[in-house]
T-cell receptor
């Protein structure tokens, strides 16, 4: 199966609630990144966390990384309708040039 | 801000046609990438270029070729389009490389939705 698999595949919440999505991966990595994709558009980089970091914040985003479990989570606090999008994690396996993307979590925030 | 542009948002071609998808970035990035995105499969890397005239095959290069004559421009070529190449094509660029330098964000273009009839 793929490196970088997101869970859940789809998530629907009310505006103001928090949204949490998870990513699992298989190999040792240099860093892990989260991207957002609005419907039919390109991906936009949200946040990067390095393998020696455990938690990182950016605005309403909080990312955690557990290298022992090979997993990461993205928390969006106080969600807004504008957060409706697909969210992808991407890993940079050690020693490679590739970014490996998961299949994404589709988030829908209801107003 | 980095800008990555792709020549078309939507493209419709016929089976057997030669198709060119163009991508231009304005940040002097060394590395450029072509992905295709299909439902349930995520993004899959087709080709990668780390310098002018240098290229590496990605995970699904069959049926595609690429050209990078100038640093800012990376073209994806479908030599003879087939219906199974109907997809969303995404171009990206980055300054460094994922697992090697560790910094590196990819900047994506808006995508080209290609339909092959």
């Amino acid at each position: 199966s793929q490196q970088g698999e997101e869970d859940p595949q789809a998530l629907s919440i009310q505006e103001g609630e928090n949204a949490t999505m998870n990513c699992s991966y298989k190999t040792s990595i240099n860093n892990l990144q989260w991207y957002r994709q609005n419907s039919g558009r390109g991906l936009v980089h949200l946040i990067l966390i390095r393998s020696n970091e455990r938690e990182k914040h950016s605005g309403r985003l909080r990312v955690t990384l557990d290298t022992s479990k090979k997993s990461s989570s993205l928390l969006i606090t106080a969600s807004r309708a504008a957060d409706t999008a697909s969210y992808f994690c991407a890993t940079g396996p050690l020693g490679t040039y590739k970014y490996i993307f998961g299949t994404g979590t589709r988030l829908k925030v209801l107003a | 801000d980095v800008k990555v542009t792709q020549s078309s948002r939507y493209l419709v071609k016929r089976t057997g046609e030669k198709v060119f998808l163009e991508c231009v970035q304005d940040m002097d990035h060394e590395n450029m990438f072509w992905y295709r995105q299909d439902p349930g499969l995520g993004l899959r890397l087709i080709y990668f270029s780390y310098d002018v005239k240098m290229k590496e095959k990605g995970d699904i290069p069959e049926g595609y070729s690429v050209s990078r004559e100038k640093k800012e421009r990376f073209s994806l070529i479908l030599e003879s389009a087939s219906t199974n190449q109907t997809s969303m094509y995404l171009c990206a660029s980055s300054l460094g490389l994922a697992g090697l330098r560790g910094t590196d964000t990819q900047y994506f273009g808006p995508g080209t939705r290609l339909t092959v009839l």
